[in-house]
């Protein structure tokens, strides 16, 4: 099949690849641009372990085409912190409160907890679970990262006032 | 998992969508969100020798108030619905049974279209289109036709679009204050509905169940039963009439009939609070 050219941002540069049009998103992303933070878990649009930004907006890269993401911004994991090394707020929460065991959900649920608070809503504790019911931790670390979550939003002013 | 080797092509409007499928056939599979279509591709369920992505076409994901209507563009995607102020506003059910799909990455991604043209039983919008007596706009080389919800589900996975019509636009009738539910039943979160019921209560009465059939369907005993003046808990008995729900790994057939007169006397209970 012939291949089809894309440009897109990936983390601020511009990327352009003639590419298979089979080609998904996240491999794209890891085997093409050796972007290997985006994890791979289930493959089945389930786990949300290769969740990246598609501008702006939480996406799982395993059910997206490379094509697809033609003429868009992408955002991974390695996009997240400044360039001296500074680590995006998400990210200083996550690791300020422990909200990781083993980290192979980590990268995929530090960009839906960034689209999430990114959506400027009230967030309670049941909102935060709510809002990254696509991404599961196998650890079952939970806690931890609802608690890094509910930090974030209270440091943007973005935490509900109670449980509702 | 990589899908099989397909030939990608990209509409710049409908019209070229339509010329396209034309030209394909029953060869051609149409791309929106794909969060139906690329899963079915990628465990190699569907093997569409050519790709139409419509996903670029302008101005199709409209959400707009036109004569008592709403008007949806099909490339609207879930996440615009859970969020549209109108739709929270004139069709509470829609906005409400968009935010039950999935989770928020498949909502960012999934379209209304989309998952309507897909006709998978066990989606959570086609129950809430039904329910609400929605009518659906498919374009084809001779134009535009209306086609009622409750005539665009055939068989599974099969709708009444020819293979060379494009849906391109979903209505539904503005219910203010009308009573709604949606209940959805599953075992973990972002799971499909083991059975799921849409109510409106608006003189226009629609009661539709997720999962219980080959195709989404109305339980239109319920329906009759409602209009004639029955309790919820006597009508709700009747929600099994005319269905044939499928026996999985997650619940018999004989527990979704069951499921099913639980959760309609629930929804009915809701609608009628």
Known sequence: ?164 | MIPAEFEYVRAGSVEEAVALLTEHGEDAKVLAGGHSLLPLMKLRLATPTVLIDIGRIPDRSYIEERDGEIAIGALARHHQLESSSLLKEQVPLLAHTAHQVGDPQVRHRGTLGGTLAHGDPASDLPAAILALGGTLVAQGPGGRREIAAVDFFQSFLQTSLAPDELLVEVRVPTVPGAGWSFQKFNRRAQDWAIVGVAAVLNGTTGVALVNMGSIPLRATAVEEAVRSGASATDAATLAHEGTDPPSDVNASAEYRRHLATVLVRRALEEAQS
Not at chain 1, 30 to 35: C, M, N, Q
């Open chain 1, 1 to 164: 099949m012939p291949s089809i050219q894309i440009s897109l941002q990936v983390n601020g540069a511009r990327r352009q690849h003639d590419v298979e049009p089979r080609l998904l998103l996240v491999q794209y992303l890891r085997e093409t641009l050796g972007l290997t933070g985006t994890n791979i878990g289930c493959d089945t649009s389930s786990c949300g372990a290769c969740t990246v930004l598609l501008d702006g907006v939480s996406v799982k890269s395993c059910t997206l085409l490379a094509v697809q993401a033609d003429s868009t911004e992408v955002v991974t994991i390695e996009g997240l912190a400044g360039s001296d090394g500074t680590l995006h707020p998400v990210q200083e929460a996550f690791r300020q409160n422990h909200a990781l065991q083993c980290g192979y959900c980590t990268p995929g649920m530090v960009m839906a907890a960034v689209s999430l608070l990114d959506e400027e809503v009230q967030l309670s504790e049941r909102g935060v679970r709510e809002g990254l019911e696509g991404n599961l931790c196998r650890c079952t670390g939970y806690h931890n990262i609802v608690k890094a979550v509910l930090a974030c939003a209270a440091d943007r002013g973005t935490l509900a006032e109670s449980g509702s």
